[in-house]
């Protein structure tokens, strides 16, 4: 069993619907990393987070450090949010990443 | 521009021939991370620095692979005798240790063909 597991592994939406993608980890961590990758392209930090909530923009990031969950939630999707999203934890375990499509 | 810079971007090599990456890090980040990504797949750890130590190396750096930070600054990545499952993207990232975990900021990577 890998130490990070996301769902769903590929994910279409249409555009303007809300997205949620998870996150579960099997260690314990002193913070997890929301990072995005897109096709082609480097992969961007979007969040670091270590307890609660954060935002920033559309994008929502939640974490419970008891259930080892998180999640990324993307309101009012759009085409352009299509990447993949990874999750990461501690020493940089990565999660195998949400290839997310959104469709105009 | 002052983000992470890997170079070079694309190298194309032939089995048993010797590579070398570098990661050229925000400059005042001191850690530094190595990654591989192979196609649909999310990176797997190589190894990280913190200034010129290397702490930690994955299993999957096996003999041939070396990775040095000789000033705390830049960093090689050097495969020995290429083999044709080293193709892959090669991904550096660089943080500093905001409570034991910065924000990464990653690299456009190298990506290496191995013929």
């Known amino acids: 069993k890998n130490e990070v597991e996301q769902s769903p592994q590929n994910l279409t939406a249409q555009e303007g619907e809300f997205i949620t993608i998870n996150c579960s980890y099997s260690?314990?961590?002193?913070?997890l990393h929301w990072l995005q990758q897109h096709p082609g392209g480097g992969i961007v930090s979007l969040f670091m987070l270590s307890s609660g909530k954060k935002k920033h923009g559309r994008l929502i990031a939640t974490i419970n450090i008891q259930e080892k969950h998180s999640s990324l939630h993307i309101t009012a999707s759009h085409p352009r949010d299509s990447a993949v999203y990874i999750c990461?934890?501690?020493?940089?375990?990565f999660g195998a990443g949400t290839r997310l499509t959104v469709k105009p | 521009d002052t983000g992470v810079s890997q170079n070079p971007r694309h190298k194309i090599t032939k089995r048993g021939q010797n590579v070398t990456f570098r990661c050229d890090p925000i400059s005042e980040h001191n850690r530094l991370y190595w990654y591989r990504q192979t196609l649909g797949q999310g990176p797997e750890f190589l190894t990280y620095f913190q200034n010129e130590a290397q702490l930690e190396k994955s299993r999957l750096l096996s003999d041939r692979f070396s990775a040095e930070r000789p000033k705390g600054s830049f960093s090689t990545l050097e495969i020995q005798r290429t083999e044709q499952g080293d193709s892959a993207m090669y991904l550096c990232?660089?943080?500093?240790?905001?409570?034991?975990?910065?924000?990464?900021?990653f690299g456009e990577g190298s990506r290496l063909t191995v013929l």
């Open positions: 260690v314990g961590i002193s913070a």
């Open positions: 990232a660089s943080s500093l240790p905001i409570i034991g975990t910065g924000e990464l900021f």
């Open positions: 990461a934890v501690l020493d940089m375990r």
